[in-house]
């Protein structure tokens, strides 16, 4: 008598089970059916899959676009930014103040100093380096004033 039962309940465990596959098969039958109506015949699925890979790569591009931009940032911070020039008549002699100083710096004031000194009989040119807005070399106060343009100059 129990082998009776056990062989019920084995049929109604596989009829069950046949009846849940079929269930199954329905409803990703219906799910494929109603992808490809909303893909507009095409598989809604893989064009989604499809959607998420090109969103990933455009990500990787953002991320390297990012990645230039801030390695430009970084060289541009060590490019002349602030420009200092006061022109001056060095011996008194010319009414043309055709000596110079000029100041070149960087973000951070780092940068040089140009003096160019004019006279009717000759003419030197003297740089002086500048770091964080000062110089380890005297300055003369054309030079000064030049530096203080430039610092002044964002």
Request: overall charge neutral.
């Amino acid at each position: 008598m129990e082998d009776i039962y056990l062989i019920i309940f084995s049929i109604l465990s596989l009829l069950i089970s046949i009846i849940s596959i079929y269930i199954s098969i329905k409803i990703y039958k219906k799910y494929e059916l109603n992808m490809k109506k909303l893909g507009n015949g095409e598989n809604f699925a893989e064009m989604i899959k499809d959607y998420v890979s090109q969103v990933e790569k455009l990500n990787k591009r953002d991320d390297q676009i990012i990645e230039v931009c801030n390695n430009i940032n970084n060289e541009l911070s060590h490019c002349i930014k602030k420009v200092g020039l006061y022109r001056y008549d060095a011996f008194g002699n010319t009414n043309n103040k055709l000596s110079f100083a000029l100041a070149l710096l960087d973000k951070e004031n780092n940068g040089v100093i140009i003096n160019s000194i004019y006279g009717q009989d000759s003419s030197n040119v003297y740089s002086k380096p500048i770091a964080k807005g000062t110089s380890k070399y005297n300055l003369s106060d054309e030079e000064k004033e030049a530096l203080n343009q430039a610092m002044e100059n964002r």
